[in-house]
């Protein structure tokens, strides 16, 4: 076994959520060394074609994880190793915090420099890349941007990826949204954190409101501005808002959560080009960091 493989028991943990057979019917063949060669890949950030020959060929580990990642498998998977994990009671939901991380785009991952014409004469203009690829420009280079919601484990509930320009107040709804924990006997999926912690950049007016919509209790800082203007609208500003700061210092996990998916380097640094293929590299490293006691 190499550094970084499954381990026998996480792999007795993992294999029961493999899929057995592809579209076509056929069986999937050699798991185990494929999934290690994949891991690989994602911890270490080499080309699919440098893959070491222990892992047989770089092509099968590279479609599989493509297709895996297109199809929706990593996420059916990864939702799965949730459910044992609750069921064991290996979840803090005692406290769930969100935040967000940029990624710097590796230059393959945004393909050809291309550029469209103007009218005769005039300097040509670099073309716009899809919104659907998740790749914002800044002054930095190509970003994109990963929010997530960490258990108090200070491992990931639930993902999502927007361009790096993007801010992180729209995206506290969506984020908690997607927190959906089956339980094995059959009962209504868990959604609710006990407490929620979030830093200024997530105060909102909508959060907050979706948040006691949802009873669930939260510490999230309120700005200055936001405060001054709720001070000027008097009463109908609403209640100043609670603020813990010993809740508040819990907010770290979330923050130990993202140095531990950015020790991938295949997370760190996006070199896939296709916005699908990176989600699935981000649910691999997350499967990972589950897998282990």
Not at 74 to 103: H, P, Q, Y
Not at 118 to 127: M, N
Not at 153 to 160: D, F, K, T
Not at 195 to 209: E, F, I, Q, T, V
């Amino acid at each position: 076994m190499g550094r970084g493989d499954l381990t026998n028991e996480e792999w007795a943990r993992l294999r029961p959520h493999l899929p057995t057979s592809g579209k076509r019917g056929g069986r999937w063949a050699g798991h185990r060394r494929i999934i290690n060669g994949i891991l690989y890949r994602i911890r270490t950030g080499v080309p699919w074609r440098d893959l070491p020959a222990r892992f047989g060929k770089w092509k099968t580990a590279y479609e599989r994880h493509r297709r895996w990642s297109a199809d929706g498998t990593w996420d059916r998977i990864f939702a799965a190793i949730l459910a044992d994990a609750d069921a064991e009671g290996r979840i803090d939901w005692s406290m769930v915090s969100v935040d967000s991380t940029s990624c710097r785009a590796h230059q393959h991952a945004a393909g050809a420099r291309k550029r469209r014409p103007l009218s005769a004469g005039k300097r040509t203009t670099p073309r716009q890349h899809r919104p659907d690829e998740g790749l914002g420009s800044s002054r930095g280079g190509l970003t994109r941007k990963i929010h997530l919601a960490g258990e108090g484990g200070r491992r990931p509930l639930a993902l999502l990826i927007t361009p790096g320009q993007w801010g992180d107040a729209p995206q506290l709804i969506p984020v908690m949204e997607r927190i959906r924990v089956a339980r094995l006997d059959g009962g209504r999926p868990r959604t609710r954190p006990g407490h929620l912690g979030g830093d200024k950049a997530y105060s909102s007016r909508r959060n907050r409101r979706y948040l006691r919509r949802r009873q669930i209790k939260h510490t999230i800082p309120e700005p200055r501005n936001q405060r001054a203007n709720r001070r000027r609208r008097g009463n109908r500003g609403g209640r100043p808002t609670g603020f813990d700061k010993t809740i508040y210092k819990r907010r770290n996990e979330v923050e130990r959560t993202i140095n531990a998916l950015k020790n991938f380097r295949a997370v760190a640094t996006r070199f896939d080009k296709r916005a699908y293929v990176f989600h699935g590299t981000i649910t691999v490293a997350s499967i990972r960091l589950w897998l282990r006691l």
